[in-house]
T-cell receptor
Framework: GQNIDQPTEMTATEGAIVQINCTYQ??????LFWYQQHAGEAPTFLSY??LDGLEEKGRFSSFLSRSKGYSYLLLKELQMKDSASYLC??????????WGAGTKLIIKP | GAVVSQHPSWVICKSGTSVKIECRSL??????MFWYRQFPKQSLMLMAT?????????EQGVEKDKFLINHASLTLSTLTVTSAHPEDSSFYIC???????????????FGPGTRLTVL
């Protein structure tokens, strides 16, 4: 089966950097996604990794290590609007997304 | 980018009534559509996967006779909550994808969600 773990909640300061970790166990793998979800809204796509390494996109970067079953989302120059839940999702061998429970990120001034 | 719409955005209904939620892909043809439910402070829970022209595949524990899914065309899927009860109150989100193995990366495009409140 599959299993995804990520911290429930994190707090960071405006302007700082935060790293949200995601570990997973799966028998089939077609990539790992990170989504951002503000309260009461649908998730929005942030990043996709299928090969090992770091993908950078503006203030957000995502890293994947398939051998370790590990990914992280790195957010730089935090802004108040970055306060949201960040969902790690694994795409399995059937191309279905398996969702983590999400990490609620709280940004303080 | 690909746009998915949902209608209605929110609905309040009486217990025992049925509610239909529409999900449309506006600028692409979606081979596959997904229906999710999300309770407060919880992650997305996949309810069912539907492919155009075929019956939906329901996840374990989801009653197919209660949650009717119709994927009549490549741009429209509907979810009907039949005989809704207060415990069905939730945030229902649909997503659409081009299909298996499609580039650029099998992304699912999400609708804005429908908040259902059953009194």
């Amino acid at each position: 089966g599959q299993n995804i773990d990520q911290p429930t909640e994190m707090t960071a300061t405006e302007g700082a950097i935060v790293q949200i970790n995601c570990t997973y166990q799966t028998s089939g793998f077609n990539g790992l996604f990170w989504y951002q979800q503000h309260a009461g809204e649908a998730p929005t796509f942030l990043s996709y990794n299928v090969l090992d390494g770091l993908e950078e996109k503006g203030r957000f970067s995502s890293f994947l290590s398939r051998s370790k079953g590990y990914s992280y989302l790195l957010l730089k120059e935090l802004q108040m609007k970055d306060s949201a839940s960040y969902l790690c999702a694994l795409m399995d061998s059937n191309y279905q997304l398996i969702w983590g429970a999400g990490t609620k990120l709280i940004i303080k001034p | 980018g690909a746009v998915v719409s949902q209608h209605p955005s929110w609905v309040i209904c009486k217990s025992g009534t049925s509610v239909k939620i529409e999900c449309r892909s506006l600028d692409f043809q979606a081979t596959t559509m997904f229906w999710y439910r999300q309770f407060p402070k919880q992650s997305l829970m996949l309810m069912a996967t539907s492919n155009e022209g075929s019956k939906a595949t329901y996840e374990q524990g989801v009653e197919k006779d209660k949650f009717l899914i119709n994927h009549a065309s490549l741009t429209l899927s509907t979810l009907t909550v039949t005989s809704a009860h207060p415990e069905d109150s939730s945030f229902y989100i649909c997503s659409a994808s081009l299909g298996r193995g499609e580039e650029p990366y099998n992304e699912q495009f999400f609708g804005p969600g429908t908040r259902l409140t059953v009194l």
